[in-house]
């Protein structure tokens, strides 16, 4: 069972790896407990298990860094939410609903915030940064 977890870790490092290659990914920097992903022309937030559909800034005069500071300013409403997660249920949500089917097996299903419009696919299981919000 050791070694199978051991396969297990490694196969998803060589995907995350693969996944970085593929999205053109140079580097990596962390700004207030955050990871972004710095690429030629964008800087990308990593806020995982939750999609939020405004997290790529792009890089202006090859300055990755204010680029990171603008896009988490603008990630304030989801880091200082106090999320009011609701099953998806409307037609409309139907493409979000079946990017988890198969692989949460016992959760939830995907979620959307009330407030922030903020989704969490399998329900919220990793704590965001916390920012100026009490849990």
Known sequence: MQDQ???LVRAV??????SRQALGVLETIEYRDIVFYVT??????????IAYFDLVERIHA???ATA?????????????????WT???RES??????????WMAGSDGPQVCRACTAYALGGPTVPL???GRQN
């Open 5 to 7: 977890l051991q396969k």
């Open 40 to 49: 030629k022309r964008f800087v990308i937030a990593d806020v995982t298990p």
């Open 68 to 84: 990171v500071v603008c896009l988490y300013d603008r990630l304030a409403p989801l880091l200082t939410c106090r999320h009011k």
């Open 129 to 131: 940064p916390v920012v």
């Open 62 to 64: 090859s300055d990755a």
């Open 13 to 18: 490092a060589d995907l995350e790896k693969a």
């Open 87 to 89: 099953r998806l249920k």
């Open 93 to 102: 949500d139907a493409s979000i609903r079946s990017m988890s089917k198969g």
